[in-house]
């Protein structure tokens, strides 16, 4: 079976392994995990031209089978988009700061655990999100939280002067920032009218700074959830945001929700759009769900992303891998 690792070769602030004493550096503790069930990659590195997106799209057109993507919610983002609708099956090695779509999907994160799920989980498929022709995994939106995202990426970065610039940064963006007056159709029918401060379109229950808005969000029903947030009172928003950063999900009559397979959203002025975090240009905005556009290795049992039941049968899949490995 062809199977080929993209590696972010700076993911991860430590390698993994050193930190258990073993000397190892991220990448031999991936090859050995993966090893033990027979799997022998290709390794392909992401660089700064090609953070994985590109290289996905080579690997299927190649005939891979299996493609591996290790390294943060960045990478395995890129890598995802390359293989949107195609035959080869993703596997990942969660290594980065929030490790969001692992979280959603019920992939551990420790080496040899994450080896073990790609080696005998079950293959799904699942839902991909697309904003204004770009592709997500997580969330796309527009509006505050879609401006409050560099600020955070700065927050992310860990370093001390990154983060209070990223904290002043975001301060600034939250309390001046106002409510915008916007038209939304939903699955194509009569534009309703609203005033709200952003919409949230999920298609993961984590994402960003691993918020948790809705925990029973699942990426298979081919449907996304979405969240007007109306006329919030900052200080409303900050405790909101607390709230679903610890997981907790809070009656706020403030937030409309809907479950629909696309929506168009116009504004009387430009408002930023966010994809996965990434800035993607401003409304109007046409967001649509593309159903089990992305086979993804999960885990057989608890993947919280997840229907209970299958989309399509794997349990013969799983172990045809198992044993086309062992040949």
């Known amino acids: 079976m062809r199977t080929i690792l993209i590696l972010n070769p700076v993911a991860g602030n430590t390698p993994i392994a050193e930190t258990q004493g073993t000397g190892e550096t991220n990448e031999e503790a991936i090859l050995r995990g993966l090893r033990a069930y027979g799997i022998e990659p290709d390794v392909w590195y992401t660089t700064l031209e090609d953070a994985g997106e590109g290289l996905a799209k080579k690997a299927a057109d190649e005939g891979a089978e299996l493609v591996i993507a290790a390294g943060g919610d960045g990478t395995i983002h890129a890598v995802a988009a390359g293989l949107i609708e195609r035959e080869s099956t993703l596997g990942f090695i969660p290594m980065g ?42 969330v796309a939106g527009i509006g505050l939280e879609a401006a409050l995202f560099p600020a955070a990426e700065e927050i992310k970065s860990l370093g001390f002067i990154s983060t209070v610039r990223g904290v002043i940064q975001g301060l600034f963006t939250l309390f001046s920032f106002q409510p915008t007056k916007l038209r939304i159709s939903f699955d194509d029918k009569k534009r309703r009218p609203y005033e709200a401060i952003q919409i949230t379109t999920c ?37 909101h945001a607390i709230s679903i950063s610890q997981g ?27 994809a996965d975090g990434l800035p993607h240009g401003h409304t109007p905005a046409t967001v649509t769900i593309i159903p089990g556009a992305l086979r993804v290795r999960v885990p057989t049992i608890n993947a919280p992303g997840l229907r209970e039941e299958a989309t399509s049968p794997s349990e013969q899949e799983s172990s045809l891998l198992v044993s086309k490995q062992n040949q």
């Open 97 to 138: 700061t929030m490790n969001n779509l692992a979280h959603s999907l019920g992939i551990p994160l420790p080496i040899e655990a994450a080896c073990a799920i790609i080696a005998k989980g079950d293959t799904r498929a699942i839902d991909v999100g697309n904003i204004n022709g770009k592709v997500f995994t997580e």
């Open 203 to 239: 298609n993961a229950p984590f994402y960003g700074p691993h918020f948790q808005v809705a925990p029973d969000i699942v990426m298979d029903d081919g449907l996304l959830d979405v969240f007007i947030y109306k006329q919030f009172s900052k200080f409303e928003y900050i405790q």
């Open 248 to 274: 907790r999900r809070i009656f706020q009559p403030k937030i409309t929700h809907r479950r629909v397979k696309s929506l168009r959203i116009f504004t009387d002025h430009p408002v930023e759009v966010q």
